[in-house]
Protein backbone atom coordinates (compact mmCIF):
# COMPACT_ATOMS: atom_id res chain seq x y z
CA UNK A 1 0.00 0.00 0.00
CA UNK A 2 1.24 3.45 -0.96
CA UNK A 3 2.37 5.51 1.75
CA UNK A 4 0.84 8.68 2.46
CA UNK A 5 0.77 12.09 4.35
CA UNK A 6 -1.91 12.53 5.96
CA UNK A 7 -1.24 16.56 6.79
CA UNK A 8 0.03 18.32 3.66
CA UNK A 9 3.25 20.34 3.34
CA UNK A 10 1.40 23.57 3.28
CA UNK A 11 -0.78 22.75 5.85
CA UNK A 12 2.24 22.43 8.50
CA UNK A 13 3.43 25.54 7.14
CA UNK A 14 0.74 27.59 8.36
CA UNK A 15 0.67 26.35 11.86
CA UNK A 16 4.27 26.55 11.41
CA UNK A 17 3.61 30.74 10.89
CA UNK A 18 1.30 30.36 13.36
CA UNK A 19 3.93 29.54 15.81
CA UNK A 20 5.63 33.46 15.83
CA UNK A 21 2.36 34.17 18.19
CA UNK A 22 3.33 31.35 20.71
CA UNK A 23 5.85 31.74 23.69
CA UNK A 24 8.83 29.31 23.52
CA UNK A 25 7.83 27.53 26.75
CA UNK A 26 4.12 27.31 25.36
CA UNK A 27 5.44 25.38 22.10
CA UNK A 28 8.07 23.19 24.16
CA UNK A 29 5.37 22.08 26.53
CA UNK A 30 2.32 21.55 23.50
CA UNK A 31 4.95 19.11 21.57
CA UNK A 32 6.53 17.59 24.63
CA UNK A 33 3.10 16.77 26.07
CA UNK A 34 2.33 14.49 22.92
CA UNK A 35 5.38 12.67 23.17
CA UNK A 36 7.64 14.49 21.23
CA UNK A 37 11.27 15.58 21.03
CA UNK A 38 13.01 18.27 18.97
CA UNK A 39 14.86 17.19 16.21
CA UNK A 40 17.10 18.92 13.28
CA UNK A 41 14.28 20.94 11.40
CA UNK A 42 15.21 24.14 9.04
CA UNK A 43 16.47 27.58 9.95
CA UNK A 44 13.73 30.66 9.65
CA UNK A 45 13.88 33.99 10.62
CA UNK A 46 12.29 33.87 13.97
CA UNK A 47 13.63 31.62 16.57
CA UNK A 48 9.69 30.56 17.51
CA UNK A 49 9.76 29.23 13.75
CA UNK A 50 12.61 27.28 14.06
CA UNK A 51 12.07 25.80 17.25
CA UNK A 52 8.43 24.30 15.63
CA UNK A 53 10.34 23.52 13.10
CA UNK A 54 12.66 21.44 15.21
CA UNK A 55 9.75 18.95 16.94
CA UNK A 56 8.01 18.99 13.30
CA UNK A 57 10.83 17.02 12.58
CA UNK A 58 10.47 14.62 14.58
CA UNK A 59 7.15 13.55 13.10
CA UNK A 60 6.22 10.58 10.89
CA UNK A 61 3.93 12.18 8.38
CA UNK A 62 2.54 9.07 6.88
CA UNK A 63 2.19 7.07 10.34
CA UNK A 64 -1.83 7.85 11.79
CA UNK A 65 -0.46 7.46 15.55
CA UNK A 66 2.16 10.10 14.86
CA UNK A 67 -0.25 12.32 13.28
CA UNK A 68 -2.91 12.69 15.42
CA UNK A 69 -0.79 13.56 18.62
CA UNK A 70 0.23 16.38 16.22
CA UNK A 71 -3.73 17.48 15.88
CA UNK A 72 -3.61 17.42 19.53
CA UNK A 73 -0.80 20.13 18.94
CA UNK A 74 -2.54 22.21 16.78
CA UNK A 75 -5.75 21.98 18.77
CA UNK A 76 -3.42 23.95 21.14
CA UNK A 77 -2.24 26.60 18.88
CA UNK A 78 -5.71 27.14 17.78
CA UNK A 79 -6.92 27.58 21.55
CA UNK A 80 -4.23 30.36 21.67
CA UNK A 81 -4.72 32.03 18.58
CA UNK A 82 -6.65 35.29 17.59
CA UNK A 83 -10.28 34.99 17.00
CA UNK A 84 -9.53 35.83 13.49
CA UNK A 85 -6.75 33.35 12.84
CA UNK A 86 -8.66 30.47 14.46
CA UNK A 87 -11.12 31.29 11.91
CA UNK A 88 -8.62 31.11 9.00
CA UNK A 89 -6.43 27.67 10.76
CA UNK A 90 -10.27 26.01 10.60
CA UNK A 91 -10.84 27.48 7.04
CA UNK A 92 -7.41 25.71 6.14
CA UNK A 93 -8.33 22.48 7.98
CA UNK A 94 -11.50 22.50 6.03
CA UNK A 95 -9.96 22.79 3.11
CA UNK A 96 -7.35 19.72 3.41
CA UNK A 97 -9.99 17.65 4.75
CA UNK A 98 -9.61 18.10 8.26
CA UNK A 99 -12.69 20.01 10.76
CA UNK A 100 -12.62 21.09 13.97
CA UNK A 101 -15.42 19.80 16.11
CA UNK A 102 -17.57 21.44 19.13
CA UNK A 103 -15.54 20.35 21.79
CA UNK A 104 -12.44 21.59 19.57
CA UNK A 105 -10.97 18.69 18.59
CA UNK A 106 -9.51 18.29 14.99
CA UNK A 107 -10.49 15.49 12.97
CA UNK A 108 -9.75 13.81 9.52
CA UNK A 109 -12.67 13.92 7.13
CA UNK A 110 -11.09 13.23 4.07
CA UNK A 111 -13.09 14.67 1.43
CA UNK A 112 -16.59 14.18 3.04
CA UNK A 113 -17.73 11.01 5.03
CA UNK A 114 -17.59 7.81 3.17
CA UNK A 115 -18.97 5.67 5.65
CA UNK A 116 -22.57 5.44 4.89
CA UNK A 117 -25.21 4.58 7.55
CA UNK A 118 -25.58 0.91 6.15
CA UNK A 119 -22.33 0.66 7.22
CA UNK A 120 -23.06 1.68 10.61
CA UNK A 121 -25.71 0.41 11.22
CA UNK A 122 -23.79 -2.71 10.26
CA UNK A 123 -21.28 -2.32 12.99
CA UNK A 124 -23.73 -1.33 15.59
CA UNK A 125 -25.56 -4.44 14.97
CA UNK A 126 -22.33 -6.52 15.15
CA UNK A 127 -20.83 -4.69 18.35
CA UNK A 128 -24.33 -5.29 19.98
CA UNK A 129 -24.07 -9.42 19.24
CA UNK A 130 -20.55 -9.67 20.48
CA UNK A 131 -20.18 -9.54 24.40
CA UNK A 132 -16.58 -7.46 23.14
CA UNK A 133 -18.57 -5.16 21.28
CA UNK A 134 -20.97 -4.33 23.89
CA UNK A 135 -18.67 -3.34 26.38
CA UNK A 136 -16.68 -1.25 23.91
CA UNK A 137 -14.64 0.51 27.23
CA UNK A 138 -13.20 -2.78 27.77
CA UNK A 139 -11.60 -3.64 30.97
CA UNK A 140 -12.43 0.42 31.63
CA UNK A 141 -15.35 1.62 32.55
CA UNK A 142 -16.82 4.77 30.15
CA UNK A 143 -15.51 7.56 31.74
CA UNK A 144 -12.09 6.52 31.97
CA UNK A 145 -11.86 5.33 28.17
CA UNK A 146 -13.53 8.20 26.81
CA UNK A 147 -10.53 10.24 28.29
CA UNK A 148 -7.93 8.11 26.21
CA UNK A 149 -10.13 10.39 23.55
CA UNK A 150 -11.38 13.24 24.73
CA UNK A 151 -11.01 16.12 27.04
CA UNK A 152 -14.55 14.80 29.13
CA UNK A 153 -13.47 17.96 31.41
CA UNK A 154 -13.67 20.75 28.83
CA UNK A 155 -16.91 19.21 27.19
CA UNK A 156 -21.00 20.09 27.70
CA UNK A 157 -23.17 18.09 30.18
CA UNK A 158 -26.88 17.24 28.54
CA UNK A 159 -27.95 16.29 32.73
CA UNK A 160 -28.26 20.27 34.07
CA UNK A 161 -27.20 18.74 37.48
CA UNK A 162 -23.78 18.03 36.33
CA UNK A 163 -21.31 20.83 34.62
CA UNK A 164 -19.32 18.48 32.28
CA UNK A 165 -19.44 15.50 30.11
CA UNK A 166 -17.00 14.01 32.64
CA UNK A 167 -20.10 13.89 35.71
CA UNK A 168 -22.42 13.60 33.26
CA UNK A 169 -21.25 9.95 31.64
CA UNK A 170 -19.88 8.55 35.22
CA UNK A 171 -23.28 9.27 36.66
CA UNK A 172 -25.01 7.58 33.76
CA UNK A 173 -22.80 4.90 32.92
CA UNK A 174 -21.62 3.95 36.27
CA UNK A 175 -23.40 4.94 39.05
CA UNK A 176 -26.77 4.20 37.19
CA UNK A 177 -25.65 2.37 34.58
CA UNK A 178 -28.96 3.27 32.60
CA UNK A 179 -27.59 4.51 29.19
CA UNK A 180 -28.13 1.70 26.33
CA UNK A 181 -24.29 0.49 24.98
CA UNK A 182 -24.49 2.38 21.66
CA UNK A 183 -25.41 5.91 24.08
CA UNK A 184 -22.19 7.03 22.75
CA UNK A 185 -22.56 6.61 18.83
CA UNK A 186 -25.93 8.71 18.61
CA UNK A 187 -23.90 11.16 21.11
CA UNK A 188 -23.18 14.60 18.87
CA UNK A 189 -20.57 15.55 21.41
CA UNK A 190 -18.23 12.72 20.50
CA UNK A 191 -18.48 13.20 16.85
CA UNK A 192 -18.81 9.73 15.93
CA UNK A 193 -20.73 11.07 12.82
CA UNK A 194 -17.47 11.84 11.34
CA UNK A 195 -15.31 8.77 9.61
CA UNK A 196 -12.45 9.81 11.25
CA UNK A 197 -14.09 10.01 14.62
CA UNK A 198 -15.20 6.76 14.47
CA UNK A 199 -12.44 4.86 13.14
CA UNK A 200 -10.36 6.22 16.11
CA UNK A 201 -12.60 5.16 18.27
CA UNK A 202 -13.06 1.83 16.91
CA UNK A 203 -9.68 1.57 16.84
CA UNK A 204 -8.71 2.86 20.40
CA UNK A 205 -11.43 -0.24 21.66
CA UNK A 206 -8.52 -2.81 20.44
CA UNK A 207 -5.81 -1.03 22.39
CA UNK A 208 -3.83 -3.83 24.44
CA UNK A 209 -4.65 -1.59 27.57
CA UNK A 210 -8.21 -1.69 26.83
CA UNK A 211 -8.54 -5.17 25.99
CA UNK A 212 -6.09 -7.71 26.89
CA UNK A 213 -7.62 -11.29 25.20
CA UNK A 214 -5.63 -11.50 22.10
CA UNK A 215 -9.00 -13.83 20.20
CA UNK A 216 -11.51 -11.18 21.21
CA UNK A 217 -9.17 -8.87 19.61
CA UNK A 218 -8.87 -10.66 16.14
CA UNK A 219 -12.71 -11.28 16.04
CA UNK A 220 -13.07 -7.44 16.45
CA UNK A 221 -10.98 -6.93 13.77
CA UNK A 222 -12.18 -9.23 11.73
CA UNK A 223 -16.21 -8.63 11.86
CA UNK A 224 -15.20 -4.13 11.87
CA UNK A 225 -13.14 -4.46 8.76
CA UNK A 226 -15.96 -6.92 7.13
CA UNK A 227 -18.46 -3.56 7.39
CA UNK A 228 -15.60 -1.15 6.82
CA UNK A 229 -13.86 -2.20 3.67
CA UNK A 230 -16.71 -1.83 1.58
CA UNK A 231 -16.44 2.15 2.43
CA UNK A 232 -12.81 1.91 1.71
CA UNK A 233 -11.25 1.81 4.72
CA UNK A 234 -10.06 -0.93 7.30
CA UNK A 235 -8.38 -1.64 10.50
CA UNK A 236 -4.77 -2.99 10.59
CA UNK A 237 -1.61 -3.78 12.96
CA UNK A 238 0.63 -0.68 12.64
CA UNK A 239 2.73 -1.30 15.54
CA UNK A 240 3.54 -3.62 18.73
CA UNK A 241 4.42 -2.91 22.73
CA UNK A 242 4.74 -5.25 25.14
CA UNK A 243 4.27 -8.29 22.36
CA UNK A 244 0.94 -6.47 21.43
CA UNK A 245 -0.57 -5.49 18.25
CA UNK A 246 -1.63 -1.52 18.37
CA UNK A 247 -4.12 -0.46 16.04
CA UNK A 248 -4.75 2.22 13.64
CA UNK A 249 -7.06 2.76 10.52
CA UNK A 250 -5.88 3.29 6.81
CA UNK A 251 -7.25 4.71 3.68
CA UNK A 252 -8.19 1.57 1.42
CA UNK A 253 -7.00 4.02 -1.40
CA UNK A 254 -3.10 5.00 -2.02
CA UNK A 255 -3.93 8.78 -2.16
CA UNK A 256 -6.28 10.85 -0.02
CA UNK A 257 -8.84 13.11 -2.08
CA UNK A 258 -8.15 16.60 -1.80
CA UNK A 259 -11.23 19.34 -1.67
CA UNK A 260 -10.85 20.86 -4.67
CA UNK A 261 -12.15 24.69 -4.50
CA UNK A 262 -15.42 24.70 -5.12
CA UNK A 263 -16.46 27.01 -8.25
CA UNK A 264 -12.98 28.84 -8.03
CA UNK A 265 -10.73 29.63 -11.18
CA UNK A 266 -7.59 31.04 -10.84
CA UNK A 267 -5.75 33.08 -13.21
CA UNK A 268 -1.96 31.72 -14.77
CA UNK A 269 0.35 34.17 -14.61
CA UNK A 270 3.28 33.21 -16.85
CA UNK A 271 6.90 32.80 -15.69
CA UNK A 272 8.59 31.14 -17.21
CA UNK A 273 9.22 28.01 -20.08
CA UNK A 274 11.59 25.61 -21.05
CA UNK A 275 11.87 23.02 -23.65
CA UNK A 276 9.30 20.51 -21.81
CA UNK A 277 7.02 22.62 -19.85
CA UNK A 278 5.73 26.27 -19.33
CA UNK A 279 5.68 27.37 -15.81
CA UNK A 280 3.29 29.68 -14.28
CA UNK A 281 1.91 30.98 -10.65
CA UNK A 282 -1.22 32.06 -9.43
CA UNK A 283 -2.31 33.29 -5.80
CA UNK A 284 -3.96 31.12 -3.65
CA UNK A 285 -6.26 33.67 -1.75
CA UNK A 286 -7.30 30.78 1.13
CA UNK A 287 -3.66 30.43 2.25
CA UNK A 288 -2.65 34.11 0.73
CA UNK A 289 0.69 32.43 -0.93
CA UNK A 290 1.76 31.86 -4.23
CA UNK A 291 2.01 28.61 -5.68
CA UNK A 292 3.64 27.36 -9.21
CA UNK A 293 2.19 25.41 -12.02
CA UNK A 294 4.22 23.40 -14.15
CA UNK A 295 1.97 21.87 -17.29
CA UNK A 296 3.48 19.86 -19.79
CA UNK A 297 3.72 21.54 -23.40
CA UNK A 298 1.48 20.05 -25.76
CA UNK A 299 3.70 19.15 -28.17
CA UNK A 300 5.74 16.35 -26.29
CA UNK A 301 5.59 13.04 -27.74
CA UNK A 302 4.84 9.99 -25.13
CA UNK A 303 8.51 9.42 -24.31
CA UNK A 304 8.87 13.33 -23.44
CA UNK A 305 5.69 12.90 -21.51
CA UNK A 306 6.54 10.27 -19.70
CA UNK A 307 9.69 11.81 -18.40
CA UNK A 308 7.50 15.03 -17.67
CA UNK A 309 6.03 12.86 -15.13
CA UNK A 310 8.96 11.23 -14.19
CA UNK A 311 10.34 14.28 -13.17
CA UNK A 312 7.26 14.61 -10.75
CA UNK A 313 7.60 11.50 -9.41
CA UNK A 314 10.92 11.91 -8.46
CA UNK A 315 10.17 15.21 -6.34
CA UNK A 316 7.98 13.75 -4.73
CA UNK A 317 9.81 11.32 -3.85
CA UNK A 318 12.37 13.58 -2.32
CA UNK A 319 11.49 15.24 1.58
CA UNK A 320 14.28 17.65 2.08
CA UNK A 321 14.45 21.40 2.81
CA UNK A 322 16.63 21.74 -0.02
CA UNK A 323 14.22 20.35 -2.75
CA UNK A 324 11.36 21.84 -4.38
CA UNK A 325 7.79 20.40 -2.88
CA UNK A 326 5.44 19.26 -5.43
CA UNK A 327 1.83 18.88 -4.31
CA UNK A 328 0.10 16.91 -6.84
CA UNK A 329 -0.11 15.85 -10.71
CA UNK A 330 -3.35 16.61 -12.81
CA UNK A 331 -3.97 13.67 -15.19
CA UNK A 332 -6.14 16.13 -17.30
CA UNK A 333 -3.48 18.69 -18.75
CA UNK A 334 -0.62 16.59 -17.56
CA UNK A 335 0.40 19.64 -15.03
CA UNK A 336 1.13 19.94 -11.39
CA UNK A 337 1.46 22.44 -8.58
CA UNK A 338 4.40 23.07 -6.88
CA UNK A 339 6.38 25.16 -4.49
CA UNK A 340 6.93 29.06 -5.27
CA UNK A 341 10.20 30.20 -5.31
CA UNK A 342 11.00 33.97 -5.77
CA UNK A 343 14.18 33.51 -7.48
CA UNK A 344 16.68 32.03 -10.03
CA UNK A 345 20.16 31.55 -8.76
CA UNK A 346 21.28 33.99 -11.30
CA UNK A 347 18.83 36.71 -11.00
CA UNK A 348 19.25 36.53 -7.24
CA UNK A 349 23.09 36.82 -7.20
CA UNK A 350 22.43 39.30 -10.10
CA UNK A 351 20.14 42.04 -7.88
CA UNK A 352 22.51 40.96 -4.62
CA UNK A 353 25.83 41.34 -6.10
CA UNK A 354 27.01 44.76 -5.19
CA UNK A 355 24.99 45.28 -2.18
CA UNK A 356 26.77 45.89 1.29
CA UNK A 357 24.47 43.45 3.26
CA UNK A 358 24.97 40.54 0.46
CA UNK A 359 28.70 39.56 2.44
CA UNK A 360 31.00 36.42 3.03
CA UNK A 361 29.34 35.27 5.28
CA UNK A 362 25.95 34.84 3.54
CA UNK A 363 27.27 33.64 0.06
CA UNK A 364 28.95 31.33 2.50
CA UNK A 365 25.35 30.15 4.16
CA UNK A 366 23.56 29.60 0.50
CA UNK A 367 26.60 27.78 -1.11
CA UNK A 368 25.84 25.66 2.04
CA UNK A 369 22.63 24.65 1.64
CA UNK A 370 22.85 23.83 -2.38
CA UNK A 371 25.57 21.31 -1.16
CA UNK A 372 23.52 20.37 1.62
CA UNK A 373 21.09 19.45 -1.09
CA UNK A 374 23.23 18.06 -3.67
CA UNK A 375 24.46 15.57 -1.01
CA UNK A 376 20.73 14.64 0.29
CA UNK A 377 20.48 13.71 -3.28
CA UNK A 378 23.51 11.55 -3.90
CA UNK A 379 22.25 9.76 -0.69
CA UNK A 380 19.13 9.26 -2.08
CA UNK A 381 21.15 7.89 -5.36
CA UNK A 382 19.68 10.79 -7.29
CA UNK A 383 21.90 12.33 -10.10
CA UNK A 384 20.32 15.80 -11.13
CA UNK A 385 22.48 16.00 -14.44
CA UNK A 386 21.93 19.50 -15.32
CA UNK A 387 22.79 21.79 -12.54
CA UNK A 388 23.06 25.55 -13.83
CA UNK A 389 22.04 29.32 -12.01
CA UNK A 390 18.15 28.68 -12.95
CA UNK A 391 17.76 25.22 -11.76
CA UNK A 392 18.55 26.08 -8.45
CA UNK A 393 15.89 28.34 -6.77
CA UNK A 394 16.04 31.13 -3.75
CA UNK A 395 12.73 31.27 -1.40
CA UNK A 396 13.07 34.67 0.33
CA UNK A 397 11.82 35.28 4.02
CA UNK A 398 11.63 38.51 6.45
CA UNK A 399 15.09 39.90 7.49
CA UNK A 400 16.84 38.69 4.67
CA UNK A 401 16.43 35.04 4.91
CA UNK A 402 16.98 32.95 2.32
CA UNK A 403 16.52 29.32 1.44
CA UNK A 404 17.72 27.28 -1.59
CA UNK A 405 15.61 24.71 -3.59
CA UNK A 406 16.83 22.35 -5.99
CA UNK A 407 14.53 22.09 -9.09
CA UNK A 408 14.06 21.09 -12.42
CA UNK A 409 14.77 17.40 -12.72
CA UNK A 410 13.60 16.60 -16.13
CA UNK A 411 17.24 15.10 -16.62
CA UNK A 412 17.65 13.03 -13.22
CA UNK A 413 18.78 9.72 -13.01
CA UNK A 414 18.70 6.90 -10.96
CA UNK A 415 19.27 3.90 -10.10
CA UNK A 416 16.01 2.60 -11.31
CA UNK A 417 15.37 5.00 -14.13
CA UNK A 418 14.12 3.69 -17.31
CA UNK A 419 14.31 6.97 -19.21
CA UNK A 420 17.47 7.90 -19.26
CA UNK A 421 19.15 8.36 -22.67
CA UNK A 422 21.76 5.89 -23.69
CA UNK A 423 22.84 7.19 -26.35
CA UNK A 424 25.94 9.84 -26.66
CA UNK A 425 23.66 12.96 -27.36
CA UNK A 426 24.69 15.16 -24.58
CA UNK A 427 22.13 17.25 -22.13
CA UNK A 428 22.24 20.09 -19.62
CA UNK A 429 23.86 23.56 -18.93
CA UNK A 430 27.05 23.33 -17.47
CA UNK A 431 28.76 20.30 -19.10
CA UNK A 432 32.14 18.52 -18.10
CA UNK A 433 34.39 17.88 -20.84
CA UNK A 434 35.45 14.55 -19.69
CA UNK A 435 32.49 13.30 -20.33
CA UNK A 436 32.07 11.78 -23.93
CA UNK A 437 28.40 10.16 -23.23
CA UNK A 438 25.30 11.30 -21.06
CA UNK A 439 24.47 7.78 -20.32
CA UNK A 440 28.36 7.38 -18.59
CA UNK A 441 26.97 10.45 -16.29
CA UNK A 442 28.37 9.99 -12.82
CA UNK A 443 28.96 11.69 -9.63
CA UNK A 444 31.91 13.11 -10.34
CA UNK A 445 30.46 14.85 -12.96
CA UNK A 446 27.91 16.09 -11.22
CA UNK A 447 30.48 17.25 -8.40
CA UNK A 448 31.82 19.21 -12.08
CA UNK A 449 29.04 21.35 -12.16
CA UNK A 450 28.89 21.44 -8.41
CA UNK A 451 32.23 23.65 -8.35
CA UNK A 452 30.92 25.93 -10.97
CA UNK A 453 27.77 26.81 -9.12
CA UNK A 454 30.04 27.52 -6.19
CA UNK A 455 31.82 29.85 -7.77
CA UNK A 456 29.02 31.82 -9.03
CA UNK A 457 27.70 31.73 -5.40
CA UNK A 458 30.71 33.38 -3.89
CA UNK A 459 31.81 35.63 -6.38
CA UNK A 460 28.65 36.62 -8.87
CA UNK A 461 31.07 35.44 -12.12
CA UNK A 462 29.78 32.80 -14.00
CA UNK A 463 33.70 31.97 -15.19
CA UNK A 464 34.72 29.80 -12.29
CA UNK A 465 37.22 31.06 -9.88
CA UNK A 466 40.55 28.84 -9.85
CA UNK A 467 42.70 30.97 -8.33
CA UNK A 468 44.35 31.17 -4.77
CA UNK A 469 44.07 28.35 -2.18
CA UNK A 470 40.96 28.96 -0.94
CA UNK A 471 37.49 29.37 -2.96
CA UNK A 472 39.97 28.83 -6.10
CA UNK A 473 41.22 25.19 -4.25
CA UNK A 474 37.98 23.76 -3.66
CA UNK A 475 36.96 24.69 -7.23
CA UNK A 476 40.30 23.38 -8.77
CA UNK A 477 39.42 20.40 -7.25
CA UNK A 478 35.75 20.08 -8.07
CA UNK A 479 36.38 20.63 -12.21
CA UNK A 480 39.89 18.92 -12.18
CA UNK A 481 40.11 17.01 -15.43
CA UNK A 482 41.99 14.27 -13.85
CA UNK A 483 38.83 12.51 -12.64
CA UNK A 484 40.84 10.66 -9.58
CA UNK A 485 41.33 14.41 -8.86
CA UNK A 486 37.86 15.12 -7.51
CA UNK A 487 36.36 14.75 -4.53
CA UNK A 488 35.01 11.71 -3.90
CA UNK A 489 31.91 11.99 -1.87
CA UNK A 490 30.15 15.47 -1.61
CA UNK A 491 30.79 15.83 2.86
CA UNK A 492 34.73 16.73 1.78
CA UNK A 493 32.98 19.52 -0.16
CA UNK A 494 30.81 20.80 2.53
CA UNK A 495 33.45 20.42 4.99
CA UNK A 496 36.27 22.06 3.03
CA UNK A 497 33.39 25.34 2.36
CA UNK A 498 32.69 25.34 6.15
CA UNK A 499 36.15 26.25 6.59
CA UNK A 500 36.52 28.55 4.74
CA UNK A 501 36.88 32.43 5.77
CA UNK A 502 37.14 34.32 2.59
CA UNK A 503 37.27 34.07 -1.24
Known amino acids: MASIEYIPARLRSAFREQA ?11 WQDEGFAPGSGQS ?12 EASVRWSDWEHVSRVLRVYEGAIAMATPDDRERLAGLLIREGFRVGKAGRIEYVGAGNRITEVTRTRILEYLEKTSGGRNWAGRFDPPEFLRRLYDLAAMPSEDPRFENAELDVWQHCVNNDDWDFDWVFNDSRFELSSDGMLLRFLAEMLHPAVRTNPEEVAALVGGLNEALRPDGYELYEKSTVSGRPLYAWRNLQSTIARLEKSGRDYALKSIGEGSYAHVYKYKDDEYGMHVAVKRARRTLNATELAR ?5 DVLASLSSPYVLTVYRYNESDNSYAMEYCDYALGKYIEENNNKDNFGFAKRKRIALQFLYGISYLAVKEVLHRDLSFTNVLVKTYDAGVVQVKLSDFGLHKTQKS ?8 MKGTILDPTLDSFKDYSLANEIYAVGHVLSFIFTGRKAPHVRGENLGRVVRRC ?4 LEARYKILNEIINEVMGLTEV
Do not use: K, Q
Request: glycine fraction near 8%; hydrophobic fraction near 40%; charge should be negative.
Open 418 to 425: LLTRTGTE
Open 20 to 30: RGIVMHDIERM
Open 44 to 55: FSGVRMSLWSDY
Open 308 to 312: FRAEF
Open 479 to 482: TDLN
